[in-house]
């Protein structure tokens, strides 16, 4: 009787190793999974880092966040940029409205480890170069990022000035 006894208890404890082991790896492979695609809370950092990067006022810093194939198709010009030349001449003249921005509503989507999108709607608070007079801009915004040699970058931004409910 004890012989049986040790031999159940030996199978038990084993059944038990085996599936502590398979929660164990499935629990790993997800955590993998994880950190291989991107979170909301890290995307969502990279507009902070690109109204940091308004902040100095150094348009090369801010068309350095745009990959060299980028689309922008800004706020305060009918002109798309293409390049990282146009997208830096954007940038020259609208810093000189001091930009400064933050999100209102925010929808970002996770498509893949290497991608994402965040679009909605930001107000900027821009000074104007004559008279000094700040006053708030609400647009839409479509940010397209791409993770590319371990770094994430725009690929393509559209903004646009919010219409007026009607």
Avoid: C
């Amino acid at each position: 009787m004890k012989r049986r006894t040790a031999t159940r208890a030996a199978i038990a404890a084993a059944v038990a190793v085996a599936a502590i082991g398979t929660v164990t790896v499935g629990m790993a492979q997800a955590g993998e999974e994880r950190r291989g695609k991107a979170t909301e809370q890290e995307i969502a950092a990279l507009f902070d880092q690109w109204n940091a990067a308004l902040q100095t006022g150094d348009p090369e810093q801010v068309a350095d966040r745009y990959a060299d194939d980028a689309v922008l198709l800004p706020t305060a010009s009918p002109r798309i940029r293409t390049n990282h030349a146009e997208i830096a001449d954007y940038f020259e003249h609208f810093l000189q409205k001091k930009p400064k921005g933050e999100k209102i509503r925010s929808v970002i989507n996770i498509l893949d480890k290497d991608s994402a999108i965040d679009a909605g709607v930001y107000r900027f608070h821009l000074t104007d170069p004559q008279t000094g007079v700040t006053k708030p801009v609400e647009a839409r915004y479509t940010y397209e990022y791409e993770k590319r040699g371990g770094k994430w970058l725009i690929v393509n931004h559209h903004s646009s000035v919010l219409p007026a409910e009607g």
